[in-house]
């Protein structure tokens, strides 16, 4: 029989409606479930039980009377620990906020709570969210699901982990290089980066730069969606934010796949590197969904500078975040986030001037290159799921990597595009962990991206040759 908490959160949605099941029984299997596998697992890092309760009660009272309920009402939410909620600890992953618990929520909290959501939890991250592997010094390293010995990615790591398992039915992330696209991958759920400033958030340090995005995580695009109904906003403080309507997130419409034309790269022509296991896979997906399609052909952007272009300025990110921590905390702070701030500082600022002019020229490049094409279709990963004691790997594809960015290069060089971004499940890889694909929607084209993301999913819960079975929750709790 299947548990509460292992229900689609729509599922979970539409019996709340109902009357058959209640926010509560919702809540306890959540817990349940977080007491049974989290020890093994550790991907929820914090919790605020009693809140939740309450919450809980007063959601089930709401659907009894029968009141106009939001639409995530009722439902558990994780939020990564990189931000901030109201009496609930957050410490960004770092030693340097151990002890912290806000007094208020951050606005995209804020705004889950107002569409009803039950904020009760905190997954796990690496320090302040740097890292394709979830570890930290304040928790631990948070375990793939699907293999104890193995990374769920970063840095949502925790959110998806938890979402595999069946802690929670949603799950907050963000994503810079990939942090929400490269977990969701690895973990066999599905995870949405949005267009810059459709999620606002009022804390940008350089108001302009739309790398770090704020996203939903699911085991759905349908539950991405109606979560997308909680996350988006509109607020003044975020320079990069504009007039959005959340309602349109909750209900996707059947629109097939048949009428759409797709591209496909596996690697940007040999620009990103790509284990040869990875490249299998991605083909044999390929040859199965292509006939899907109206029309679907390899095609490379020009990403030809994407890579310098992304470590320059990501650099620039890390001295305007981490100047004053490094200054006052350095004895705390990861060996990640110093070397990546002293690059930074080795740059000159014609350095920078060629990262930004360079990164015009990509973005004019790649809107001709989706002049003609719906999505473009790309491996989600680089590398299957990597082994924790073995760390981000040092090789890919045979190409030793000068940093450990290079191996995110099939993520990061989409994140310079500013298109929206969904990682979607495609069964297991050759070495039998969860397979995914990253797929690219036109400008500003999310909710028709989660549309045709949608269609093209339940086509794939029907292929068996895209099986993917949930972990084996025994191995967990034994």
């Given at each position: ?51 939740a ?7 089930e ?10 639409p ?32 208020q929520?951050?606005?995209l909290?804020a705004?889950?709570?107002?569409a ?38 970063g ?104 009428r ?39 095609r ?10 992304f ?5 620039v ?26 690059a ?25 290159f ?23 790997p ?12 290079d ?9 310079l ?28 084209g ?33």
């Open positions: 029989m299947t548990e509460p908490c292992d229900l689609s959160a729509l599922e979970a949605r539409r019996l709340m409606m109902a009357g058959e099941l209640s926010p509560v029984e919702l809540l306890d299997s959540c817990l349940s479930r977080i007491e049974s596998v989290n020890d093994k697992v550790n991907a929820i890092t914090a919790m605020d039980e009693e809140r309760r309450k919450e809980a009660q007063i959601a009272q709401g659907f009894k009377a029968g009141e106009a309920m939001g995530l009402a009722g439902l558990p939410v994780g939020i990564k620990d990189l931000n901030a909620t109201a009496g609930l600890r957050t410490t960004y992953g770092s030693l340097i906020h151990e002890d912290n618990i806000p007094d929520d951050e606005a909290v705004r889950l709570r107002d009803g959501a039950i904020v009760f939890a905190k997954t796990n991250t690496p320090e302040f969210g740097a890292g394709s592997n979830t570890t930290n010094k304040v928790f631990g390293p948070t375990l793939n699901p699907y293999d104890l010995e193995r990374t769920p990615g840095s949502s790591g925790g959110s998806a982990a938890a979402l595999a398992t069946g802690m929670l039915p949603l799950a907050h992330g963000s994503d810079t290089g990939g942090s929400l696209r490269n977990p969701a991958t690895w973990c066999g759920v599905v995870g949405f980066r949005p267009t810059p400033g459709l999620v606002a958030r009022e804390g940008r340090t350089l108001n302009y730069t739309h790398f770090s995005v704020q996203g939903p995580m699911a085991r759905s695009v349908s539950d991405v969606s109606l979560m997308m109904a909680g996350l988006v906003g509109d607020d003044d403080r975020d320079p990069l934010s504009g007039p959005c309507d959340p309602s349109a997130f909750t209900q996707l419409d059947d629109a097939g796949v048949s759409l034309n797709i591209a496909w790269s596996t690697d940007f022509g040999g620009i990103a590197p790509l284990d040869g296991d990875i490249r299998t896979s991605f083909k044999a997906a390929i040859d199965e969904v292509g006939p899907w399609f109206n029309t679907c052909e390899l490379d952007p020009d990403f030809k500078d994407a890579r310098d272009i470590w320059t300025l990501r650099c990110y890390y001295v305007a975040n981490h100047e004053d921590r490094i200054s006052k905390h350095r004895d705390l702070l990861s060996p990640q986030i110093i070397s990546n701030y002293e930074g500082l080795s740059m000159s600022l014609v350095d920078v001037a060629h990262a930004e002019k360079n990164w015009a020229k990509l973005y004019r490049a790649f809107e001709k989706f002049e003609d094409i719906d999505l473009l279709i790309v491996p989600g990963n680089a590398v299957s799921a990597f082994k924790v004691k073995d760390g981000i040092k090789s890919v594809g045979g190409k030793p990597m000068e940093n450990y960015l191996a995110s290069l099939v993520r990061s060089a989409l994140t595009t500013g298109h929206p971004v969904i990682a979607l499940p495609m069964g297991a890889d050759e070495n039998g962990m969860p397979f995914g694909v990253q797929i690219v929607g036109k400008r500003r999310d909710l028709d991206l989660l549309k045709a993301a949608h269609a093209l999913e339940a086509k794939i819960k029907t292929n068996p040759k895209f099986k993917l079975p949930p972990p084996d929750l025994a191995k967990l709790t034994s």
